[in-house]
C-alpha cells in the first residue's frame, strides 16, 4: 500500500484472535515490518508465516484495509514483517502513533523564544506545557525539537489548535518526511523502552 508509512498505527485481525495493535517500523513496496508490544506478544506468536490477515493501517486520507498475509514468523524482539498489499478507504482515524513523553524544547513565536515541557508527540503534532502561558488557538508557532532528543534540531512550523487547562496542542503544518521520520523513530523508540 503506497500510503503506508513509518510510525502509522496497524491493528491486525486474524481468527486466531480479536486484534493485534502495532507500529509500521519500516514500509517497502512489498512489506510492512512491524513493531507490537509485549501486550500483544502471544497474539503475534500464534501467527505462522503463510497466515492470512486482514490489516488496517491509520493513513492521512483515513484508515485503509488490506487483505494480506504473514511473510516471515514473528521475532522474539517484537517484529512482524507482514505483505505490503493494496488498500481499500474506510474511515478517518489517527494517522501516526503518539508517544507519552516529558522532555525539554522551545516554542518559537514572532522573535519570542518560550521553553516547553513535552506531555506526549506524533508525527503530526505535540502537546506541552510552555513555560509561559502566552500563546492562544491559532497561533503560528515554530516547534524547536533539540538535538540531544531527536538526533538534530528540528524546527517544525506549527499552528495551536487546542488547549486543555495548562496543556496546549500544536498541530504541524509544514513538516518533510525526514522531520516526521525523526519524530516516528523517537516515538517507536519511547513505546519499545515503556515495553
Excluded at 120 to 133: C, Q, R, T
Excluded at 170 to 178: E, F, L, P
Aim: hydrophobic share 40%; aromatic share 8%; net charge negative.
Amino acid at each position: 500500500m503506497k500510503e503506508a508509512k513509518r510510525g502509522q498505527i496497524v491493528i491486525i485481525k486474524n481468527p486466531k484472535f480479536e486484534k493485534l495493535e502495532g507500529i509500521i517500523e519500516t514500509a517497502e513496496e512489498d512489506r510492512l515490518k512491524i513493531y507490537y508490544s509485549k501486550e500483544f506478544e502471544s497474539y503475534a506468536w500464534a501467527l505462522s508465516e503463510g497466515d492470512e490477515i486482514i490489516v488496517q493501517v491509520h493513513t492521512s486520507s483515513g484508515i485503509k484495509t488490506m487483505n494480506s498475509l504473514v511473510m516471515y514468523a514473528p521475532s522474539t524482539d517484537g517484529e512482524l514483517i507482514i505483505e505490503n498489499a493494496q488498500a481499500i478507504p474506510m474511515g478517518q482515524k489517527r494517522e501516526y502513533v503518539r508517544a507519552a513523553a516529558e522532555f525539554r524544547f522551545f516554542i518559537k513565536i514572532g522573535e519570542r523564544l518560550i521553553g516547553a515541557t513535552a506531555k506526549d508527540i506524533s508525527a503530526g503534532g505535540i502537546k506541552f506545557v510552555p513555560d509561559e502561558p502566552v500563546l492562544d488557538i491559532n497561533d503560528e508557532v515554530e516547534v524547536k525539537l533539540l538535538e540531544e532528543d531527536f538526533g538534530k534540531e528540528l524546527i517544525i512550523k506549527s499552528v495551536i489548535i487546542n488547549i486543555m487547562g495548562e496543556k496546549f496542542i500544536a498541530k504541524y503544518t509544514q513538516i518533510n518526511d525526514y522531520e516526521r521520520d525523526k519524530i516516528s523513530g523517537f516515538c517507536i523508540k519511547t513505546l519499545s523502552n515503556a515495553g
